[in-house]
Antibody, heavy 120, light 106 residues
Framework: QLQLQESGPGLVKPSEALSLTCTVS????????WGWIRQSPGKGLEWIGS???????YHNPSLKSRVTVFVDASKKSFSLKLSSVTAADSAVYYC??????????????WGQGTLVTVSA | DIQMTQSPSTLSASVGDRVTITCRAS??????LAWYQQKPGKAPKVLIY???NLESGVPSRFSGSGSGTEFTLTISSLQPEDFATYYC????????FGQGTKVEIK
């Protein structure tokens, strides 16, 4: 059974970078698209970005150039880096697997989520 | 981007009720829409994809329909475990979610 687990710091200082990793178990990371979604009380669910196992990535235009998503297939993991964070980036961050062989799909499998707070 | 607006924001219903949630798109889109259920402290769980396809393992009391700018999620007979928040998500132009509909006990 496919499982996804987010990991990373729960507290990040303003203006610094937020870095999270999602580790995949119970299945292969190959031939699939993987994504990051966040959820905050103020903005609801927001797609951040997605990546193909060979490295092609796509991100939400509203987050502009602050988002980097990268994959390490050898470690069966993919990661998110969000630069120059502010309090508005405080949220529960989820990693997930897209359905099928595209990033223009829904999210079929989700991690449990990890809370990240941006505060000095 | 396509903006998704759900209605109502909150819905009070009783066990056995037929419940309908609507998701309206800011522009006409293909039927690339999913519905999720989320319970407190848990990740969303997909119920419906491509507007009307039932995810494997999801009870048949859940159904989805719609096209163009209006899509609906229907629960034919509300069960105790269905009290939760429901979200739509479009994947026709980038990926965006509705703001959610909380189904609470009447």
């Amino acid at each position: 059974q496919l499982q996804l687990q987010e990991s990373g710091p729960g507290l990040v200082k303003p203006s610094e970078a937020l870095s999270l990793t999602c580790t995949v178990s119970g299945g292969s990371i190959s031939s699939d698209y993987w994504g990051w979604i966040r959820q905050s009380p103020g903005k609801g669910l927001e797609w951040i970005g997605s990546i193909y196992y060979i490295g092609s990535s796509y991100h939400n235009p509203s987050l502009k150039s602050r988002v980097t998503v990268f994959v390490d297939a050898s470690k069966k993991s993919f990661s998110l880096k969000l630069s120059s964070v502010t309090a508005a980036d405080s949220a529960v961050y989820y990693c997930a697997r897209h359905r099928g062989n595209s990033w223009y799909t829904d999210f079929q499998h989700w991690g449990q989520g990890t809370l990240v707070t941006v505060s000095a | 981007d396509i903006q998704m607006t759900q209605s109502p924001s909150t819905l009070s219903a009783s066990v056995g009720d037929r419940v309908t949630i609507t998701c309206r798109a800011s522009q006409s889109m293909r039927s690339w829409l999913a519905w999720y259920q989320q319970k407190p402290g848990k990740a969303p769980k997909v119920l419906i994809y491509d507007a009307s396809n039932l995810e494997s393992g999801v009870p048949s009391r859940f159904s989805g329909s719609g096209s163009g700018t209006e899509f609906t999620l229907t629960i034919s007979s509300l069960q105790p475990e269905d009290f939760a928040t429901y979200y739509c998500q479009q994947y026709d132009s980038y990926l965006t979610f509705g703001q959610g509909t909380k189904v609470e006990i009447k």
